[in-house]
């Protein structure tokens, strides 16, 4: 992340977040008002959407990936990731919402996530 908080953006709240999915092993992709606003349909929100998955007994080095600048409520996101719920973890500097959407265990689910192409952080 840039040291300047001026210069932090959600783009690069994003790449911290797929950075720390991709430090466990997981995958992601981006959606939402960032992944519209990224292909020329700006949408006024603050939050930020991902959907991922996250490798069992990974939750806690996810959490360590993210940094302390980023709360992060484990027992929230463990939840999420076994029932293909939601949760919700935050970059504290500038009060940024990251909703993590995980997949489901349909088959749907895995059709739609697989078909979605990933992002790669930028270094």
Same mark, same amino acid.
């Given at each position: 992340?840039? +040291?300047?908080? $001026?210069?932090?953006? /959600? ?5 911290? %977040?797929? =950075? ?16 519209? +606003?990224?292909? $020329?349909?700006?949408? /006024? ?5 991902? %959907?991922? =998955? ?10 360590e990936a993210l940094g302390g600048d980023f709360e992060v409520d484990l ?7 076994l029932r293909g719920g939601s949760c919700n973890v935050f970059y504290l ?19 739609e996530f697989s078909a979605n192409p990933r992002v790669t952080p930028r270094?």
């Amino acid at each position: 992340m840039p +040291s300047d908080l $001026g210069t932090i953006d /959600a783009l690069d709240v994003a790449l911290a %977040v797929a =950075r720390a999915v991709e430090a466990v092993g997981g995958e992601y992709f981006v959606g939402g008002s960032l992944a519209s +606003s990224l292909q $020329g349909e700006p949408r /006024a929100t603050n939050d930020i959407d991902m %959907v991922v =998955r996250l490798p069992p007994g990974t939750l806690r080095a996810f959490a360590e990936a993210l940094g302390g600048d980023f709360e992060v409520d484990l027992d929230m996101v463990r939840d999420a990731m076994l029932r293909g719920g939601s949760c919700n973890v935050f970059y504290l500097p500038l009060l940024t919402k990251v909703d993590l959407f995980a997949v489901g265990a349909e088959p749907f689910d895995e059709s739609e996530f697989s078909a979605n192409p990933r992002v790669t952080p930028r270094a």
